[in-house]
């Protein structure tokens, strides 16, 4: 799959697939429009209601880099699919910046150079989570650790190289139609289901340390469980899909749901609280040992935090592969790919 590169070869598509993020689009969208490369920004909304399309519009007005799209489909992978297949065509490289982060400067052309530099198909960069105070700053120091993130080396500050995945910045016009583009059935998880059929058909998928993405969490209880439930539900349809096992820092959190069902047991039989008691010990440990290092009590909060991301995982995985089971496999669809997949 990889080819030369050429350095006249900067033309990028750059995508936001956006959702009610009044609040950060327009310094975004600033920021982007620094970086000489974009020279065609998308906004793929998909139905906000927070007047972060009158803030678009208005910025639109202002020159003809940026464009408003209609994501009728609502989910990410639809979005950017279809700002590709609109405006994609003259591309060499497509940018998937998510509205919901702060970038560094002239971060895209950042990541054509790291491309070509390394002659890879495509280029994933770190992804690290902020918050001032209070919850969202235990949630925060949770998935910056192995305690939230198992040691996943896009979150954790791991070398540069060649990885199988990590959080999605830069990609290969062709390589991404090649691959069939995002699977539009995956409304979580899209990212690292196609860089499996990227690596499939051959790609190199660089992992840049230098170019970290500043990530908000959640701010509460429910949103964090939510959001975690989800990326367990499409992490079992990736592994289900592709045949993938899991490795062992994503198949450990599948014990929490079980042991929390089993402790329901305990007032007949005590023993039985014992694993999800220990589970919670050592989170809330961690959690601590967090606070005493970063010198922040609120960081302490990171021990809840991770049983509600533990949970909300284990529980959205078991539920889609228990759902697949019963159905015989029918309830996972099948991969709905906007462009024909080599």
Known sequence: M???FSREEDTVLTIIPCLNEAEHIAPLLRGLL????????VVADGGSTDGSRAIIRQMAAQGDRIV??????????AGINRAVERYGADATWIARIDA???YPDRYVSRLIATAQTQSVDAVVVRLETYAESGFARGVAAAQNSRLGTGGAAHRTGGAGGL????HHALMRRDAFVAAGGYCENMACNEDAELDLRLLANGARIWLEPDLPVTYFPRRGLRSLLRQ???YGAGRAATSRRHRRRLRPRQALPLAVAPACALALGAPIVPALALPAL???GVCQA????????QRRADAAWAGSAAMIMHVGWSAGYWKQEIGALASGGRSLPGPALPFAAS
Do not use: C, E, K
């Open 68 to 77: 408003l799209m209609d994501n009728p489909d609502g989910i990410q992978s």
């Open 228 to 230: 975690y439930f989800r």
């Open 34 to 41: 620094t970086d000489p490369v974009n020279r065609r920004i």
């Open 163 to 166: 990885v199988d995945h990590g």
């Open 100 to 102: 919901h982060g702060v």
């Open 278 to 280: 220990g589970w919670a």
């Open 286 to 293: 961690w959690g601590i040992a967090l606070a005493l290092r």
């Open 2 to 4: 990889t080819t030369s």
